[in-house]
């Protein structure tokens, strides 16, 4: 009995640990502008930088924020605070993980809805479409679950969501 009960939680820990070691991690806005900044990556930095999910992280330090803090009675600041970097910022959401590059301050980033780049960040593009896609890149199939995942009642100031509207203004 006490060797079935041990085989088992060993079995438990082992696949535990090959899951942690293997998700992929949130590697940071510096990692995908290295490609995609400028006339050659299709000013996509540029016209990201213009959206408003550039600014996430520093809404967070606005009066507004502190009032709602202090509404929902957090113990730390906002900018301190998982319960509001889960959603402005990126890779704080509990199951997530993340590597030192990957900065709070950049707010919503590329990996916010194309998925954390650790595996594809170098293995995906031209010709590489199904790689990337294989190694945990979003693109195409998921993008309005992922809008979701932050654009939801959990929201403290909610005011709706309309993918196809609100795409719209942030697209690129
Ligand atoms: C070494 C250069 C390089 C890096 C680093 C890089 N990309 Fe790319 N990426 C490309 C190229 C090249 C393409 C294909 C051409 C294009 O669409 O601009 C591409 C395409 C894409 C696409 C479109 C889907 C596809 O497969 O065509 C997405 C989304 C994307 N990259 C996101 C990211 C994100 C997010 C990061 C950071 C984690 C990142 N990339 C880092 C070079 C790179
Ligand atoms: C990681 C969480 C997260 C994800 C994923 C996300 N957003 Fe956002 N989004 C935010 C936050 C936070 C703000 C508010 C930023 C601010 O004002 O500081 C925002 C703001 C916006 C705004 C601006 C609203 C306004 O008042 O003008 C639009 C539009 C938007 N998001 C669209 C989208 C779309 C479309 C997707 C999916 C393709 C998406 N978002 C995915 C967190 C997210
Ligand atoms: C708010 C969510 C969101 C953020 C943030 C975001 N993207 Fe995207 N991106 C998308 C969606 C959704 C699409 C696919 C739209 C479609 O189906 O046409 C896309 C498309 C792309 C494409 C393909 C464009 C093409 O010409 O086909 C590239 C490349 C890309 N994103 C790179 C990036 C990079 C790099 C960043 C960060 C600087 C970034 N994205 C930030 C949601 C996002
Ligand atoms: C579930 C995701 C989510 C969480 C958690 C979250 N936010 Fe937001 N926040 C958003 C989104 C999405 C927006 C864009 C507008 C909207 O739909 O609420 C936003 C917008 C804002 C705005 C700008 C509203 C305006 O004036 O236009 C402030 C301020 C804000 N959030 C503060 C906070 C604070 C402080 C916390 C933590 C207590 C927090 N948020 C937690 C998703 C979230």
Not at 63 to 90: F, G, Q, V, Y
Not at 122 to 129: A, E, L, P, R, V
Request: proline share 3%; charged share 30%.
């Amino acid at each position: 009995m006490f060797y079935k009960i041990t085989a088992i939680t060993m079995t438990i820990l082992f696949a535990f640990t090959i899951n942690v070691l293997s998700q992929n991690k949130y590697v940071g806005l510096k990692s995908c502008i290295a490609c995609h900044k400028g006339e050659k990556g299709k000013m996509v930095y540029e016209s990201w930088l213009k959206t408003k999910h550039s600014q996430a992280f520093n809404t967070l330090k606005s009066e507004k924020s502190k009032e709602i803090a202090k509404r929902m009675n957090l113990k730390s600041d906002p900018t301190e605070a998982l319960e509001c970097l889960k959603c402005h910022a990126t890779g704080y959401f509990p199951d997530e993980q993340m590597s030192p590059s990957n900065k709070k301050e950049d707010g919503v980033t590329c990996e916010a809805c194309h998925g954390p780049g650790s595996a594809y960040r170098n293995k995906h593009g031209k010709d590489k479409k199904e790689e990337g896609l294989k190694l945990g890149l979003i693109i195409g199939k998921n993008d309005e679950k992922i809008c979701k995942k932050c654009h939801n009642q959990e929201s403290p100031t909610f005011v709706g969501f309309n993918y196809k509207k609100d795409w719209e203004k942030v697209k690129h």
